[in-house]
Nanobody
C-alpha cells in the first residue's frame, strides 16, 4: 500500500513558476513509476509527466515539454513537478500517482495509487 500527499499548488500569474511535491509512504518508493496528471474543470484527467523507477526514464505530454520537469528524490520518497512559464490553460487540479510497472505510464487507468490532488490556478 502506498499513500501519496501532494502539496505546492496555489494561485500564480501567467509566466510564473511552481514546484509541486508528492510525498509517498512505503519503503519501495524507488521501484514505482511515478506520474503527474491534471484535471481541469469540465475536462477529463490527462497525463502530464512520468518518471520510471530510479528516474531511469522521464516522459512528458506535449503540453509539458520544455516547461515542466519531473524529478524524484528516492531517499526522501518524494517526486516533484517543476512548472515554469505557466499559462492559464495549465489551471487544473494536479494529481500524483504511482504504479508498479513502467508500461502505459501515460494511462491513468494503469496507476494503482493516487493522491488527493492540489489546485493550481494560473491567472492571465
Amino acid at each position: 500500500q502506498v499513500q501519496l500527499v501532494e502539496s505546492g499548488g496555489r494561485l500564480v500569474q501567467a509566466g510564473g513558476s511552481l514546484r509541486l511535491s508528492c510525498a509517498a509512504s512505503g519503503r519501495t518508493f524507488s521501484s514505482y513509476t511515478m506520474g503527474w496528471f491534471r484535471q481541469a474543470p469540465g475536462k477529463e484527467r490527462e497525463f502530464v509527466a512520468a518518471s520510471t523507477r530510479s528516474s531511469s526514464n522521464t516522459y512528458y505530454a506535449d503540453s509539458a515539454k520544455g516547461r515542466f520537469t519531473i524529478s524524484r528524490a528516492n531517499a526522501k520518497n518524494t517526486v516533484y513537478l517543476q512548472m515554469n512559464s505557466l499559462k492559464p490553460e495549465d489551471t487544473a487540479v494536479y494529481y500524483c500517482a504511482a504504479k508498479d510497472y513502467s508500461s502505459r505510464y501515460y494511462d491513468d487507468n494503469a496507476y494503482d495509487y493516487w493522491g488527493q490532488g492540489t489546485q493550481v490556478t494560473v491567472s492571465s
